[in-house]
C-alpha cells in the first residue's frame, strides 16, 4: 500500500457543484474512505438534506437522529451529532436528514445565516483534542444558503465534473458563486481540485471533456480521472464505500489514485491559503 503524506495542517474541502448527479456525494464519500485508508483522520459533514453520503456511510441519518440540522441551529453540538463509520475507525460522521431541507427557511432572517456551519465547527474544532488531516463537506445539488454556509466554513472547493457533453455549462455560475463567497464571507477561499467522474474510457466524449476541462484549468483538474463502474454505484446500498465495498474494483483504484494525488499537492495547495 502507498504511503500517503499527512498535510501540514487541516485541508478543508467543500465537495460543490450546483448540478446533481454530478458525482458529489460518490466523490466525496470515496475520497475520505481512501484517505481513512491510509490512515488519516476524516471529518466528513453531509450537508444535502438527501443524506446520501450518511447513507454511504452506514450512518444513522433518519428524521429522529441529531444530525447537521441540529448543529446549524444551535439546538445539539457537533459532539452530539457524530457518528462513527463501522468500515474506517478514523472517520468521524455528521450525518444530514431530510429535516434539513427546512434549515434555508429557518435561517433565512439570521444575521449570521452563512456562519452557523464554520462557527460551529471552529467551537468544536477549539474544543477537542482531535486533529483532522481532513473536514469533507459533502453539498447539495444547489447555490443556496446550505452551499454557503458550506463554502463559507472551508478553504479548499472540490468540483466534481461529469464527463458528458454538458460538462461546463453551468461551471462559469459555480465559479461566480465562489467569487462572490470569497469577496464577502471568505477570502482565502480556493478551487484547489477538480475531479473528472464518471468517465466511459471507451468512447471519445470522455476523453475530449477531459482534455477541454484540463485545458481551461491546468493547474486545478486532477491527472487521475473516474470511471464510470457498477460497483461504485452499488455500494451505497451496502451502506459502504466502493473503498470497503470492492477495494480492487477499478472504481477504488481510482479513487485512491485520486486521494493520493491531492494529499501528494496538499503543501502546494496549503501555501495558496494564508493561515
Ligand atoms: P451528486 O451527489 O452530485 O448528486 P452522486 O455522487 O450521488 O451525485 O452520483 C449520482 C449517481 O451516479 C449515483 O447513483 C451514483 O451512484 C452514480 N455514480 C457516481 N459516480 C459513479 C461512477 N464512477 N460509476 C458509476 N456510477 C456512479
Ligand atoms: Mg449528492
Known amino acids: 500500500q502507498t504511503e500517503f503524506p499527512h498535510p501540514s495542517r487541516t485541508r478543508y ?18 475520497l475520505s474512505a481512501a484517505w481513512a485508508e491510509a490512515g488519516m483522520s476524516v471529518l466528513f459533514i453531509d450537508m444535502d438534506p438527501q443524506g446520501n453520503g450518511s447513507t454511504a456511510f452506514g450512518a444513522a441519518h433518519n428524521p429522529d437522529v441529531v444530525s447537521v440540522y441540529d448543529v446549524i441551529e444551535g439546538r ?26 427546512g434549515a434555508e427557511l429557518e435561517i433565512a432572517d439570521m444575521d449570521n445565516r ?20 481532513y473536514v469533507v463537506i459533502d453539498c447539495p445539488p444547489s447555490l443556496g444558503l446550505l ?15 461529469q464527463a ?16 462572490l463567497v470569497q469577496q464577502s464571507t471568505n477570502p482565502t477561499l480556493i478551487v484547489s481540485t477538480m475531479l473528472v467522474t464518471m468517465v466511459d474510457r471507451r468512447t471519445l466524449l470522455s476523453k475530449e471533456v477531459y482534455s477541454q476541462i484540463k485545458q481551461h484549468y491546468p493547474d486545478i ?4 480521472d473516474i470511471p ?33 494525488e491531492i494529499a501528494c499537492r496538499s503543501e502546494e495547495t496549503l501555501k495558496r491559503i494564508p493561515r
Open 147 to 161: 452551499v454557503l454556509n458550506a463554502l463559507s466554513a472551508v478553504q479548499e472547493v472540490l468540483i466534481p465534473i
Open 13 to 30: 474541502i467543500a465537495v460543490a457543484n450546483q448540478k446533481g448527479g454530478v458525482g458529489k456525494t460518490t466523490t466525496a464519500v470515496n
Open 114 to 133: 452563512v456562519f452557523l456551519l464554520r462557527d460551529a465547527l471552529r467551537e468544536y474544532l477549539d474544543h477537542t483534542d482531535k486533529h483532522y488531516d
Open 228 to 260: 464510470r463502474s457498477v460497483r461504485v454505484s452499488e455500494a451505497p446500498s451496502y451502506g459502504q464505500s466502493v473503498i470497503a465495498y470492492d477495494p480492487r474494483s477499478i472504481g477504488a483504484v481510482a479513487y485512491r489514485k485520486a486521494a493520493y
Open 76 to 101: 445539539a453540538k457537533f459532539q452530539d451529532a457524530m457518528q462513527g463509520c463501522e468500515d474506517f475507525s478514523t472517520i468521524d460522521i455528521v450525518p444530514s436528514n431530510i429535516n434539513l431541507s
Open 221 to 224: 483538474v486532477l491527472d487521475t
Open 164 to 179: 458528458e457533453y454538458y460538462a461546463l455549462e453551468g461551471l462559469g455560475q459555480l465559479i461566480k458563486t465562489i467569487s
